[in-house]
Every structure is written in structure tokens, then in C-alpha cells.
């Protein structure tokens, strides 16, 4: 089928009706990028493929921007069987017809859905399934018409109709229908149990089975395991059961021990009776002896403290008599001294004591007097000093001076003075007269002179002598300014010095000074009144001497003359012999009665000592009485001292023979009941530890039997058993399964090695027909194509390196140039019986100008047997080609051949 | 005197051979044990031997031991004797040392030590406990020689291999003459599962129910009855059993093999109390109608039977059919397998495939073949 006319409206970029012509053999679309040559495409497969009710988004997207018309094409065709006129309408008003020519008019053969069918028919299309049809729907074209955006090969083989379409020209690759039947239930089989890549599909039961197998041997081992803790505790458990059989037959052993003992403690009763009667005997024994034996020890004892205490007593007797001798020397002593003292020494000491008193008073009469005089000075001498000072003061109070604070007010005031005059001065111009003759010269007003130069600090008129007079005006406003501030001062500080009645500062400095030296005065007499009125007040205390001197001449009126006609050093010196005569006497004096003391403490001494002795005589006669009387108590039970002796002895003899006795049987005690019963806690003691260890371990082995009760309560053993049995039946059908599933392969296989047997022999003139062209477009650097299973390109034979290459490693120019070269040869083979329509969509490219130079020749070739559409924006490449130019207008508008 | 002679119970046996109906199988073997119990009051034995195994490990749940001790409890007040065998030997935190076990009456007696019971007046009963699951000891050992004078009735009670078994005097051997060296008037014995009587004084009573393919005369108990010291005892095997197992093979060429493979298979027993593994194989020269009788007679097993474990091998027949395969490539893969089959290499693309094992060579083409006639997969 080759296509002669499209007309189309409506259609994308082509709003208006466009018509396009082909011719036979190669036409070359045209056009710009974005022109519309795809379009046209799209023209050609909508329009042979697609049901014309359909609204896929893909048919929808054909209708122009913003255009609610149905998109509309009109194609004629010619096939082996006639002309046809194909047209429909899509979307809006849909519509299929499909026009036979009959003598030269178009007759409507089909339309509708029946149209459809016979339109797609003609290039052996499938049924479409919904919405736009798919590639591999599209029959013939599929293999013919190379689009943009569609892929260069289809996934798996080309579709049945290029199969067929191909089978067709290899008489030994015809199949019928029952083998194709029977190859697809081989194939359905083998995709119960296999992936396409040849792995067990995850769908396959042999697959489940695989996996379920090990899950199952897992949970069985788990479940093992677990079980395995049962047989674990058992294990513990025999250890537990040796372990408690061996306690029990120490247990029985050592409760056998203690039943012996306590056998033999049974006799021990009468033998401690008999202990304990011996024992209470000795005891009795020794109570008589120890009673009799203490008895004639106290005996002793009381005759050895009477010999003492009798010993004792003669002794104080004699210290009494002694003690009373010694009392009596004492009295005789102490009566001598007291004579003494009191008769001779006493009575003297009164007589020069009152010598005395008097010397010392007139020695206090003579000091008052003294003291009297001079505090009379005193009060003469404070009463002179303070008139001075009240002089003083008054003098100060007149004197007008300056304060020290003044002063240097008018110094600051004279030195301002002194800073404006040094300016006045400096402001001031100075003439010097330097004439040829002698000439008096006067200055009005007077100028002050330095050496030769006048200071001139104001207008000034020099008069000189016969001359005449020179005018001379000076210092400028400040000068005057100056002179002001000059005269200002002079006042102020004339002004200041007049309030102290001085005219100049030297004045003011000397009242300065005088008021300051009056001021020193006055503090010196003020310091001597505060000395002398310091302390007692001088006038007060003459008052009081005055009166004391009163008071002593009165006490002196009794003194002799002689005394009262003494000085002062005379008194003195009697006063001092007196004195001494007194000390001396008082020594002696206090000598005496020290003595008299001492021969006082001496006689009590002697009279306590003889007291003493007296009583230690009355305590030991009492003592020595009493010791006889308790001692006569003691023999009175007795009789006789050797009779109380005699007795002890025969106690002594009755309890070592008792005490003999008692150790016999201690003996035969320690053997028959201490050593047993001693025997006999320890087998309870051993009884206890080894009853405690038996209940430790049957705790254990509850505690075990426990943990083996709570396994096996789990129902353990039965879930393996119903495991182990569906495994046991998964396990028997692996085998089979895995035998027939292992069939399914090898009949697919080898069914399949037949089928690329034949599929080489179906790919044989395509491949031999691409690898002649790849050969002559490369220039022999590739050759001799190798066809896979659906007639897809597999590999190159790689000329330089004599191997085969595969498809994907080549350029993606070269993989393209072989698919084009695929196309074309199918396109060739197909048109054997009547020239097919080849379509390639801008698929050249890539293609470098010698490689585009050798496909032409090739492309000439095909357009022998084909309609080749070429669609370019380059014609340069087919320049010199016999080719008709389609050209596809920029605008969608217009277009022709 | 007449006492039960019973063992191998083997309460809670896995049955892994039981497919699906392995819990099942489990439940039948307590109604078997309902059948002893019935049988012993019917028969009013003086006392009941079990002659060890009565459960099938230490670690059988414990609801199996909770019925076990409930039927056993049934017998009562009529004594029963029972020995720990190598399935349940005496061993701490064994089965016997359960609380549920411990639940058990009075009559029961855990035989735990050799030594002499006094079972009734003027018979006393040997018992030869296993304290391990495996030993090359012969546990008969210790039962003492009559004595002199000792004219009471003697029985022996034991558990392990006889000599003249088949795999006798691998575990806990026992002497066969035992009961004569020893004097014994009977030697109740367990272990082997199929019911044996060795002389005339010792015997096996076999296990109660079936526990696998393959054993022997299983499910029997026996009913023995001594008259007196030295009388030779009357040995009763009486069956208990609840399920049949029964292992068939079978080559079926034309309808009549059909027809007796059904006849046999009927003769076994009530199909609902049978496990059947058949193996079943369609001769390469069977008539055409064969498989679908086959299938028909399958399918019904498969509906009647407790359990039906069957291997269908039809491979040579479905090879051996004559088949229309279109010529072409499946007509040449179809001669390739052949070929293969035939262990010879063939030519062209079959070559690749000359080693591929033969089982799944025949599966392959017997596949191609059932395609082609259009039947399953």
C-alpha cells in the first residue's frame, strides 16, 4: 500500500484544509522544525489505526488551540487490490468511511466501526484495545514506519502480522495453527513455574514448596529446641535425683547414729542421780570443814590481834605520861613570858610612843605653816599674771591690723598693680633727645624717665629749650585702658590701706606683725593663769592650810616650851631617836608575845597529845577486852582450842575421801553421758545440714519438674508430630514436583531451540540484506548483522577485530543508522508482492555526511520497490536524489507538492 | 488365673507418616485403649500387664497423659502392672514424675524396680523396669531361677529385643530362653510391635494400634491364662486395633486390573479406618480407557480412605500414547526426547540437551504428550 493524496483540517497547526501529493518512489517532507512534519505522521496513524469514536488524551490533544472542530484527514491509497479513499472525522461528529474506486468514481464501500476495521485491515492492524492505539497494534507499520518519540525496536519481537508478513517469504519457516496452539500451552506451562529470564518464578508451587520446606525445618527445630529444654532440666534432673539419693543415705545413716546414742543416754539418768548425790555430799563436807577450819582461824587470828593490840597498849601508856610531863614544862614557859611582856616591855613602849606624839605634832605645826606661806605667794602671783593678760587682751582688741587673709588680699591687689603698670610701661613710647646742643627739655606732663629715654604713656608736649616743643601722642586705647585700670587700683588698694591707717603695704605688713607678736604675749600670760589655776584652787586651799594651822597651834598649846622653841631640823632629828627608841621596843614587844604564842601552841599541843594518848589507852584496853570476848565466844561451841584443831583434821580426811569418790564417777559420767550426749548433737547437728540440703534439692528438683510440666503442657510434642508429618508429605512431593517442573524447562528449552533454529532461518535474508547495506555505510568497519529471537537486532560483526559486537556497545548513531537499515530491508522484503509505504521521521540525523553520501544509493534502492516518506528540514543531504519535495508550510497554511 | 498381656501403646506417637491426619491418628490409638479396657472388664482378667511404652516419649503432651491416667483409672480396682520401657524408661522428671501421671489410682503400679510382686495368691509377677532408652544389658537378667520347691506361678515382665527378632540384640537384648533358665511360666514381653508368640511360654502382644507402614500383625492385646506352676499357659490374641495402615502397589494395565486393584484395596478393611499408600503405575501398553478408570477409583479412595498417600506413575503411559503433534519443530522436539530417552544424542538443536536426567526427560515428553492430547498439565 503506498498513499498517493492526504488532505487535513483541523488538525493541530493545520486549522485549514491542506493537501499533499506523493509520488511512488522517495518523497522528502519538507519543512522546519515545528512545521508539522510529524503531524502528517500522525495524519497516517490516526487516521489507518485509531477507531474514530475514540477520545483518548492523545486524539483529544490533535484538535487545534482553542478549536471545538473535529480533527478531519482524507487520505487515497493505492494497494495491490485497487484505490482507496480513507476518511475520518474525529471528536466532533465522528466520522469512518471508506471509498473503493469503481470506474473511476469513489464508491462508498464501509463506514462507521466496519470502516474502521477494513481501513486498519489494510496494513493488518490489530483491533485496538481502549484509548489510542499502541505500536505494537499498528500491523505492518510497525515494522515500516520509523516515528520520533517510538522506539527503535519493539521490547520483546515485532507483531504477528510483520512475522507473517516475513514468514511468508521463507517457505520451510510455515507453521500451522495447531503447532502455535501447542507452543503456547508448552509456554503457558512453563510460565506456571519460570520467569522470562529463565529463574523459578515465585508463582511456581515447586517455588512455595522451596520456601515452605526450610520455614517449616526452622519452626521444627524451634520447636525442637524448646523441647530440647525439657530433656536439659532431665538431665539436671538426674544429677538432682543422685544428688538426693546420696543426702537420704547419709540422712538414714546419721538419724541411725543419733537413735544409738540417745539409746545409750537412756542410762544416764541413774548414773547423774548418783553424780549429784556424791556431789551435794562433798559439798556438805567441805561446808563442815570450811565452817571448823574458818572457826579456828578466826581463833588464831583473834590471839595474834590481842597480842598486838596488848603490845599496843602498853605502848600508849608510856606516851601518855610522857605527854603530861611535856605539858607541864610548856605551862611553866608560857607564864614566864607573859610576865615579861606585859609587866616590863608593854609599859615602855606606851611612854615613848607619847614622846613621840608630840614631837609629831609640832613637826605638823611647823609644815602648815610653810604651806601656808607658800600658797600665799601663789595667789599673789596668779593675781598679777591675770592682769597681764586682761592688759594684753585690751591691747589687742584696739590694734587695727590686718588679718593674715587681708593681707594677702592687698599683696594680691599691689601685685595687680604692679602686673598693670609693667604694661603700662610696656605700652608706653620711648623718646631719646639726641641734640647737637645742649638743651633743656621738658616734658608736660612729666614723663618717667630710664636713663636717657622717656616713658611716655600718654599725650605728652616736650618743650625743649629755644627750640621749641614736640607733640608727642602715645599708647593708643589699651595704653589709656591700662592707665585707667592703674588709677583704679591705686585706689582701691590706697582705700584698703587707709582702714588700717597705713599708706603703704609695708605699714600694713608691720601692724600685721605687731598684732600677731601681742597675740603671742597674751597667750603666754593666758597659759601661765590656766597653770596656776590648774588643780586645787590656791585661794581654797590656803583657806583650808589656814585653818588646819589653826587647829594644830590649838593642840599644841600643852606642849613644854622647849619642844615648841624647836626648828624644824632639831625636831627632826629628835623625832628620829624617839622613833627608833620606839621600834625597838615594839621589836622586843613583839618578840615576846611571838614567844608567849609559841609557848601557848606548845602547851595545847601537849595538852591534845596527853589528850590523845589518854584516848588510844582507852581504845586498845577496849579492843584487847573485845577480841578476848569474841574469842571465848568461838572455843564456847569447841571447848578447847585443841579440841576445835582436832576436829578440823578429821573434816579434812572425810572430804578428800569423799572427793575421791566423786572423781570415779565423774569418770564413768564423761564415758556414759557427757562424751554421748556431746556425740549426739553434733549427729543432730549433721542431721539438720543434711535435711536442710535434701529440701534444698527437692526444691530444685521441683522447680525442674516444674519447668518440664509447663513445657510439656504446651502441646510441644504434637505440633512436631503434625509438622513433621506435613513435612514429611512436602519433602515426598519435592521430588516429583521438582521432576515435572524440571520438565516444563526442558520442553520449553528445547522447544525454543527449535524455534531460534527456524527464527534463523525466517532472519536470515533481513540479516543478509542489513549486513550488505551496514557494510557499504560504514565502510566495512561493521557487516553481517545478527538477528536474535523476534527478528531483533542482537550484534555486528566487528570486521577488525573479526568478533561479533553487541548491539548496545555500538554509537547511538550507528545503533540508529542499523535499525533504519533494518527497517528499510523489512520494508523491501515486504513490498516483494506490492510496494509497501516507508515512513522515517527525521531518523537520519546523526549521520555524518559520508555515511548520509553511502545511504543514499541504499535509499535509492529501496525506492525501487517502496514509497519511502522521508521527513527532513535538511534536502541538501539528498541533493541529486530523484525524489519528490513535499513542502510542509511554516504557518500550517498552504503546502503542494 | 487370667490376666491381659498388653504394650507399646505408645500414647502420643507423632505418626509422621500420617500426613495431615497425624493429630487424628494420635486421638485413634486412646480409642484403642478404650477397647483394652473394655476387653480386660468383659474378659474379668485378675490383673493387666503392660509390658512398657505405653507412652512414646518423656515429653508427650500432657493432655495425652491426662486421658491415658482417666482410662487406666477405668480399669480399677482390677490391678494393673505397668512397666517403663525404652520409650518411657524411669529417669527423673520422666513421664512418670507428671502431676497428671501422679493422678493415677491405686490399682496402678509403676513398676520401679526388679524384684518380686505377689499379683495373686501363689503367683508372683518378675518386673524388669528400663531406667535408659538404650543398652545392650538384657533386662531378664535379673529375674531370679525358681527355687526349689517354689510352686507358685512365675511371670516375667520385660521389655526389649528377643534374639530371634530381626533386629534382635541391638537394644536391651533378651535371652529367648529366658523364661526357661529362669523358670517362668510366662514371659510377658514389649518392644517389637507386631503380635509374636516365641515357644510357648514367652510372648510379644504387639503394639495396640499401628504406628507405621510396614509393621507386622499390630493391634492385639493378649488374654493369658495359667492354670498353674509349670502348665503350659493359654496365649488369646484379640485385636484393638482402631486404623488399618496398608502399603499397595499395584501396575494397572486394562479395566480388570482396575477392578482387582479396587477389590484389594476394599479386602484391607472399612476405608474409613484405613491409611493407604498406593503406588500406582499405568503401564506404557494400558488401554486407552484405563486412566480414567483409574482416576475415577483414585478420586473415590482419596473420599472413603482415613488417608490416602498415593504415587500415580503414568509417565510411560502418556509417552507410550501415539499423539498428533504437528510437524515442525514439536514433531523434531517429540524424536529428540526419544532420542534422549533412548540414551542416544540427537541431532541438531536436541544435542544441547542429551545429558539431562532421564526421570525428567520421560516428565518432559510425557508433558508434551498430554498437551497434545489436550489433557492436564
Given at each position: 500500500m503506498i498513499v498517493e493524496r492526504m488532505a487535513v483540517k483541523h488538525w493541530r497547526g493545520f486549522r485549514d484544509e491542506h493537501v499533499f501529493k506523493f509520488d511512488r518512489g522517495l518523497n522528502l517532507l519538507l519543512g522546519l522544525n515545528e512545521a508539522g512534519k510529524s503531524t502528517l505522521f500522525e495524519v497516517l496513524q490516526r487516521t489507518f489505526f485509531d477507531r474514530h469514536t475514540g477520545r483518548a488524551q492523545e486524539i483529544k490533544a490533535m484538535q487545534p488551540l482553542a478549536s471545538s472542530l473535529g480533527p478531519e484527514a482524507e487520505i487515497v491509497v493505492r494497494t495491490g487490490d485497487g484505490r482507496y479513499r480513507v476518511r475520518k472525522r474525529f471528536l466532533d461528529s465522528p466520522l469512518s468511511e471508506l471509498h473503493l474506486e469503481r470506474g473511476g468514481s469513489w464508491e462508498l464501500d464501509h463506514d462507521g466501526d466496519e470502516a474502521d476495521a477494513r481501513i486498519r485491515a489494510l496494513l493488518e492492524g490489530d483491533v485496538p484495545g481502549r484509548g489510542a492505539t499502541k505500536e505494537e497494534h499498528r500491523g505492518l507499520a510497525q515494522a515500516l514506519w520509523y516515528l520520533q518519540r517510538e522506539s527503535p525496536v519493539p521490547a520483546g519481537k515485532w507483531n504477528e502480522a510483520v512475522e507473517r508478513g516475513l514468514q511468508g517469504l521463507v517457505e520451510v519457516v510455515a507453521t500451522t495453527p495447531e503447532e502455535e496452539a501447542l507452543s503456547r500451552a508448552i509456554e503457558e506451562v512453563y510460565e506456571e513455574h519460570w520467569t522470562a529470564t529463565g529463574r523459578l518464578s515465585t508463582r511456581s508451587p515447586l517455588s512455595d514448596l522451596r520456601n515452605e520446606i526450610p520455614e517449616m525445618e526452622e519452626e521444627l527445630a524451634d520447636l525442637r529446641e524448646q523441647l530440647g529444654e525439657a530433656q536439659e532440666h532431665r538431665e539436671t534432673l538426674e544429677s538432682l535425683a543422685v544428688q538426693k539419693e546420696e543426702k537420704s543415705r547419709r540422712l538414714s545413716e546419721e538419724k541411725e547414729r543419733a537413735a544409738g546414742l540417745e539409746e545409750t543416754l537412756g542410762q544416764a539418768e541413774a548414773l547423774e542421780e548418783e553424780k549429784r548425790s556424791a556431789e551435794n555430799r562433798l559439798s556438805e563436807l567441805k561446808r563442815e570443814e570450811e565452817s571448823a577450819s574458818a572457826d579456828l582461824d578466826r581463833v588464831q587470828s583473834l590471839e595474834e590481834k590481842i597480842a598486838e593490840e596488848s603490845e599496843a597498849l602498853d605502848e600508849a601508856n608510856a606516851h601518855l605520861a610522857e605527854a603530861e610531863r611535856d605539858e607541864q614544862k610548856a605551862k611553866a614557859h608560857a607564864d614566864e613570858l607573859n610576865v615579861k611582856l606585859n609587866e616590863e616591855f608593854k609599859p615602855r613602849l606606851r611612854e615613848?610612843?607619847?614622846?613621840?606624839?608630840?614631837?609629831?605634832?609640832?613637826?605638823?605645826?611647823?609644815?602648815?605653816?610653810?604651806?601656808?606661806?607658800?600658797l600665799q605667794a601663789v595667789v599673789e602671783e596668779l593675781g598679777s599674771a591675770r592682769a597681764e593678760a586682761k592688759r594684753l587682751k585690751s591691747r589687742v582688741a584696739k590694734l587695727n591690723a590686718p588679718s593674715e587673709d587681708e593681707l594677702d588680699e592687698l599683696r594680691e591687689k599691689e601685685r595687680a598693680l604692679d602686673r598693670a603698670r609693667v604694661r603700662a610701661e610696656s605700652a608706653a613710647i620711648r623718646v631719646r633727645f639726641e641734640l647737637d646742643y645742649a638743651r633743656a627739655v621738658e616734658a608736660e606732663p612729666e614723663a618717667e624717665r630710664e636713663e636717657e629715654e622717656y616713658l611716655i604713656t600718654g599725650a605728652t608736649e616736650f618743650r625743649i629749650e629755644d627750640v621749641g616743643s614736640i607733640h608727642v601722642r602715645g599708647g593708643g586705647q589699651d595704653l589709656e585702658d591700662v592707665r585707667e585700670q592703674i588709677a583704679t587700683l591705686q585706689e582701691d588698694l590706697e582705700a584698703d590701706l587707709r582702714r588700717y591707717g597705713a599708706t603703704e603695704i609695708g605699714e600694713a605688713v608691720e601692724l600685721r606683725q605687731e598684732r600677731v607678736d601681742l597675740e603671742a604675749k597674751l597667750a603666754t600670760a593666758q597659759e601661765k593663769v590656766s597653770k596656776l589655776e590648774k588643780g586645787v584652787d590656791p585661794e581654797e586651799e590656803l583657806a583650808r592650810v589656814r585653818n588646819e594651822v589653826e587647829a594644830?597651834?590649838?593642840?599644841?598649846?600643852?606642849?613644854?616650851?622647849?619642844?615648841?622653841?624647836?626648828?624644824?631640823?632639831?625636831?627632826?632629828?629628835?623625832?628620829?631617836?624617839?622613833?627608833?627608841?620606839?621600834?625597838?621596843?615594839?621589836?622586843?614587844?613583839?618578840?615576846?608575845?611571838?614567844?608567849?604564842?609559841?609557848?601557848?601552841?606548845?602547851?595545847?599541843?601537849?595538852?591534845?597529845?596527853?589528850?590523845?594518848?589518854?584516848?588510844?589507852?582507852?581504845?586498845?584496853?577496849?579492843?584487847?577486852?573485845?577480841?578476848?570476848?569474841?574469842?571465848?565466844?568461838?572455843?564456847?561451841?569447841?571447848?578447847?582450842?585443841?579440841?576445835?584443831?582436832?576436829?578440823?583434821?578429821?573434816?579434812?580426811?572425810?572430804?578428800?575421801?569423799?572427793?575421791?569418790?566423786?572423781?570415779?564417777?565423774?569418770?564413768?559420767?564423761?564415758?556414759?553421758?557427757?562424751?554421748?550426749?556431746?556425740?549426739?548433737?553434733?549427729?543432730?547437728?549433721?542431721?539438720?545440714?543434711?535435711?536442710?540440703?535434701?529440701?534444698?534439692?527437692?526444691?530444685?528438683?521441683?522447680?525442674?519438674?516444674?519447668?518440664?510440666?509447663?513445657?510439656?503442657?504446651?502441646?510441644?510434642?504434637?505440633?512436631?508430630?503434625?509438622?513433621?508429618?506435613?513435612?514429611?508429605?512436602?519433602?515426598?512431593?519435592?521430588?516429583?514436583?521438582?521432576?515435572?517442573?524440571?520438565?516444563?524447562?526442558?520442553?520449553?528449552?528445547?522447544?525454543?531451540?527449535?524455534?531460534?533454529?527456524?527464527?534463523?532461518?525466517?532472519?536470515?535474508?533481513?540479516?543478509e540484506r542489513v549486513g550488505t547495506w551496514l557494510g557499504e555505510i560504514t565502510g566495512d568497519t561493521y557487516s553481517a548483522l545478527e538477528l536474535g529471537t523476534g527478528l531483533l537486532p542482537t550484534s555486528v560483526r566487528f570486521e577488525r577485530y573479526d568478533s561479533p559486537l553487541d548491539i548496545t556497545e555500538l554509537s547511538y548513531g550507528t545503533r540508529e543508522q542499523v535499525v533504519v537499515l533494518l527497517r528499510l530491508a523489512m520494508g523491501v522484503l515486504l513490498s516483494e508482492e506490492e510496494p509497501r509505504l516507508v515512513v522515517l521521521d527525521d531518523r537520519l540525523v546523526n549521520a555524518d555526511p559520508v555515511r548520509m553520501r553511502r545511504f543514499r544509493p541504499i535509499l535509492e534502492e529501496v525506492c525501487d520497490s517502496c514509497q519511502v516518506l522521508l521527513a527532513t528540514c535538511n534536502d541538501a543531504a539528498y541533493a541529486g536524489m530523484e525524489a519528490a519535495v513535499v513542502r510542509v508550510p511554516e504557518d500550517g497554511r498552504g503546502g503542494g507538492v | 488365673m487370667k490376666f491381659l498381656h498388653t504394650a507399646d501403646w505408645q500414647l502420643g506417637a507423632r505418626s509422621a507418616q500420617a500426613g495431615h491426619r497425624a493429630s487424628e491418628v494420635r486421638k485413634k490409638r486412646l480409642e484403642a485403649v478404650e477397647s483394652v479396657v473394655e476387653l480386660a472388664e468383659s474378659e474379668d482378667v485378675d490383673f493387666v500387664v503392660i509390658a512398657g511404652d505405653t507412652f512414646e516419649d518423656h515429653d508427650v503432651d500432657d493432655v495425652m497423659v491426662r486421658k491415658a491416667v482417666r482410662l487406666l483409672n477405668r480399669l480399677g480396682p482390677v490391678p494393673v502392672y505397668v512397666l517403663p520401657g525404652n520409650h518411657d524408661p524411669l529417669v527423673p522428671g520422666g513421664i512418670w514424675d507428671r502431676d497428671s501421671w501422679k493422678r493415677v489410682g491405686e490399682h496402678v503400679h509403676l513398676l520401679r524396680a526388679p524384684g518380686e510382686i505377689q499379683v495373686e495368691e501363689g503367683a508372683a509377677l518378675y518386673p524388669c523396669p528400663l531406667t535408659q532408652k538404650r543398652s545392650t544389658r538384657d533386662p531378664t537378667s535379673v529375674i531370679p531361677?525358681?527355687?526349689?520347691?517354689?510352686?507358685?506361678?512365675?511371670?516375667?515382665?520385660?521389655?526389649?529385643?528377643?534374639?530371634?527378632?530381626?533386629?534382635?540384640?541391638?537394644?536391651?537384648?533378651?535371652?529367648?530362653?529366658?523364661?526357661?533358665?529362669?523358670?517362668?511360666?510366662?514371659?510377658?514381653?514389649?518392644?517389637?510391635?507386631?503380635?509374636?508368640?516365641?515357644?510357648?511360654?514367652?510372648?510379644?502382644?504387639?503394639?495396640?494400634?499401628?504406628?507405621?507402614?510396614?509393621?507386622?500383625?499390630?493391634?492385639?492385646?493378649?488374654l493369658v491364662e495359667i492354670d498353674g506352676a509349670g502348665q503350659e499357659p493359654a496365649i488369646l490374641g484379640k485385636e484393638v486395633r482402631v486404623l488399618r495402615w496398608a502399603s499397595h502397589e499395584a501396575e494397572i494395565r486394562d479395566p480388570t486390573d482396575v477392578e482387582t486393584l479396587e477389590r484389594e484395596v476394599r479386602d484391607l478393611g472399612e476405608p474409613d479406618r484405613l491409611l493407604l499408600r498406593l503406588r500406582v503405575r499405568l503401564a506404557a501398553d494400558a488401554d486407552e480407557g484405563v486412566p480414567t478408570a483409574l482416576e475415577s477409583l483414585c478420586s473415590e479412595l482419596e473420599e472413603d480412605c482415613f488417608l490416602l498417600d498415593l504415587q500415580l506413575d503414568d509417565s510411560a503411559f502418556a509417552i507410550s500414547r501415539e499423539v498428533d503433534l504437528p510437524e515442525g519443530i514439536l514433531s523434531r522436539t517429540d524424536e529428540a526426547l526419544t532420542r534422549i530417552r533412548e540414551g542416544s544424542i540427537p541431532d541438531g538443536p536436541g544435542r544441547a540437551f542429551a545429558s539431562e536426567d532421564e526421570a525428567v526427560v520421560a516428565e518432559a515428553q510425557a508433558l508434551l504428550h498430554r498437551l497434545a492430547r489436550g489433557v492436564g498439565r
Open positions: 615613848v610612843e607619847q614622846t613621840l606624839g608630840r614631837l609629831q605634832s609640832r613637826r605638823d605645826l611647823l609644815k602648815l605653816e610653810k604651806e601656808e606661806d607658800r594644830a597651834r590649838r593642840s599644841s598649846q600643852g606642849l613644854s616650851d622647849e619642844l615648841l622653841s624647836l626648828e624644824m631640823d632639831e625636831l627632826r632629828s629628835r623625832l628620829g631617836s624617839v622613833e627608833e627608841e620606839r621600834t625597838e621596843i615594839s621589836n622586843r614587844v613583839d618578840e615576846l608575845a611571838e614567844g608567849h604564842s609559841r609557848a601557848q601552841d606548845a602547851l595545847l599541843q601537849a595538852v591534845d597529845t596527853r589528850g590523845k594518848a589518854s584516848q588510844t589507852v582507852g581504845e586498845l584496853d577496849t579492843r584487847v577486852k573485845s577480841l578476848k570476848g569474841q574469842k571465848a565466844d568461838i572455843l564456847e561451841q569447841y571447848g578447847t582450842l585443841e579440841r576445835l584443831e582436832a576436829l578440823v583434821e578429821e573434816a579434812g580426811k572425810k572430804r578428800k575421801a569423799q572427793e575421791s569418790a566423786l572423781e570415779a564417777l565423774d569418770a564413768e559420767y564423761r564415758e556414759k553421758v557427757k562424751e554421748p550426749r556431746e556425740e549426739l548433737k553434733r549427729v543432730q547437728k549433721t542431721i539438720e545440714g543434711l535435711a536442710g540440703d535434701l529440701q534444698d534439692v527437692e526444691k530444685k528438683i521441683t522447680a525442674h519438674t516444674a519447668k518440664i510440666e509447663t513445657l510439656t503442657a504446651r502441646g510441644l510434642y504434637s505440633r512436631i508430630g503434625d509438622l513433621e508429618a506435613e513435612l514429611d508429605l512436602k519433602k515426598r512431593r519435592l521430588p516429583v514436583l521438582e521432576r515435572r517442573v524440571e520438565a516444563a524447562r526442558l520442553l520449553k528449552q528445547l522447544v525454543d531451540a527449535f524455534q531460534k533454529e527456524r527464527s534463523g532461518a525466517l532472519a536470515g535474508p533481513v540479516a | 531361677a525358681r527355687e526349689e520347691g517354689d510352686d507358685r506361678i512365675r511371670i516375667g515382665l520385660a521389655h526389649g529385643a528377643l534374639g530371634i527378632l530381626p533386629e534382635g540384640g541391638r537394644n536391651y537384648p533378651i535371652d529367648p530362653a529366658r523364661a526357661e533358665e529362669s523358670g517362668l511360666d510366662y514371659l510377658a514381653l514389649g518392644d517389637w510391635h507386631g503380635k509374636l508368640v516365641h515357644g510357648s511360654r514367652t510372648a510379644y502382644s504387639g503394639t495396640i494400634e499401628p504406628t507405621s507402614f510396614g509393621e507386622k500383625d499390630p493391634g492385639h492385646v493378649l
